[in-house]
């Protein structure tokens, strides 16, 4: 099985926290990303990490608040968000590479062929 597994999602207070993770192929690390999709919104990019450079990127809504990480051991990737907004609030989904294929238009670049389920995040005013 290589779709990720999203977890770790709730409802939380504005200012609050809250720690998303998924679980990945070990085969699917290549390229990981963080995407989320509020109703009537296009899906947008958050976060994406590669494991190989250690390089990352960021939306500008969320530079600062959060954080993309990798336990290499437990082939998870988490998504620690602090400081949320009701803005935040979406349902966030997992996707992962394979491969260094270059895709332009892509967030990241990155060749996305294995997606979560999503979980969903609510954050109250």
């Known amino acids: 099985q290589v779709q990720p597994v999203e977890s770790g999602g709730g409802s939380v207070q504005a200012g609050g926290s809250l720690r998303l993770s998924c679980k990945v192929s070990e085969l699917t690390t290549y390229c990981m990303a963080w995407f989320r999709q509020a109703p009537g919104k296009e899906r947008e990019g958050v976060a994406v990490?590669?494991?190989?450079?250690?390089?990352?990127i960021y939306s500008d809504s969320v530079k600062g608040r959060f954080t993309i990480s990798l336990d290499n051991a437990k082939n998870t990737l988490y998504l620690q968000m602090d400081t949320l907004k009701p803005e935040d609030t979406a349902m966030y989904y997992c996707?992962?590479?394979?491969?260094?294929?270059?895709?332009?238009?892509?967030?990241?670049?990155?060749?996305?062929?294995?997606w979560g389920q999503g979980t969903q995040v609510t954050v109250s005013s």
């Open positions: 996707a992962s590479s394979n491969s260094r294929l270059a895709v332009e238009g892509n967030f990241g670049r990155c060749n996305y062929k294995y």
């Open positions: 990490f590669w494991p190989s450079y250690g390089s990352t």
